[in-house]
């Protein structure tokens, strides 16, 4: 059983061969859970001169090997507390964390219409305040934030070792904790089969995500790039149940479902 790993020097190429003089940042997502290359971004930001900003949506609680944690490893992090999230709200809700005094305010300003005090404006600006109540919530649910990381770390980890077919690909671990699980991807060819066979037995899953964004109709402008590992990873993924109220018996029975396939 093979396990999926994208080959770092690959990262590097793509990257570096993009950035031009309209480059101002470059913007990371730790996909699924696990923390982007950090060492390679940071390097390559800091050689370019650009910004580095990490996509935190799926990796609260994530850590890098020197004790770091997602939100902390770029000048800035954007962080979705969605309810399906790993730290979600009630409703929608998101932070940013920065380090940086400059964007700090910039961003402050910006969040409640740009505007440096009551009825003055600086900037065009959005509201995109974080509502008390929601607050509130995740102020409760952030104490529980590690030890549900944990609990889908254990899932993880259990699902690695115990599905044993080779029809699936599985995600590649590096036992480290920088991988935080909002999702377990795994690959599959015929994937309408195997997701059909899945809901035949009542386990269900999901696809993050069916279209490539260069494939949307919304990015027309890049609609004929032709990616063509990106194009293949999007044919085949397919999130498996990881939540840290799955029940033991529930994750067996995935096991052995996903087994029999
Ligand atoms: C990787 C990633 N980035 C950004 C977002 C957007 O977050 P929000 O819907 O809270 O704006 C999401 C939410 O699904 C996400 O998964």
């Known amino acids: 059983m093979s396990q999926i790993q994208v080959p770092l020097i690959l990262i590097r190429d793509e990257i570096v061969k993009n950035i031009s003089s309209n480059t101002k940042a470059i913007l990371g997502v730790h996909l699924y859970g696990q923390l982007y290359n950090v060492t390679k971004l940071e390097a390559i930001a800091k050689s370019y001169n650009l910004l580095l900003i990490e996509d935190a949506a799926q990796a ?55 505007r440096i005090s009551a009825y003055e404006n600086e900037y065009k ?70 997701v059909a066979y899945m809901n035949d037995h009542e386990i269900e899953v999901s696809v993050h995500y069916p279209i490539p964004p260069h494939k949307q109709k919304a990015l027309r402008e890049y609609n004929k790039l032709v990616l063509p590992v990106t194009e293949r990873i999007h044919e085949g993924v397919v999130s498996l149940p990881i939540n840290p109220i799955l029940t033991q018996q529930e994750i067996y029975t995935i096991v052995e479902v996903i087994n029999r396939y």
């Not at 939100?71 to 998101?94: H, M």
């Not at 109540?133 to 690695?160: C, G, M, P, S, W």
């Not at 671990?173 to 991988?179: A, L, M, P, T």
């Open 125 to 194: 600006g959005y509201n995109c305040r974080l509502d008390e109540i929601q607050a509130a919530f995740l102020n409760v649910k952030l104490k529980r934030l590690d030890a549900d990381n944990l609990k889908r770390q254990e899932i993880a980890a259990f699902y690695l070792k115990a599905i044993k077919n080779s029809k699936i690909k599985l995600p590649f671990f590096s036992k480290e904790k920088d991988h935080v699980f909002h999702q377990f991807v795994i690959q599959v060819a015929h994937r309408e089969t195997f």
């Open 60 to 114: 609260h609680g994530a850590v890098y090997k020197d004790g770091r944690k997602s939100g902390n490893v770029s000048n800035a992090g954007a962080f979705s507390f969605y309810p399906t999230k790993n730290l979600g709200a009630l409703g929608d809700a998101g932070a940013v964390t920065t380090n940086n005094r400059y964007l700090f305010e910039l961003i402050n300003t910006l969040k409640n219409y740009g």
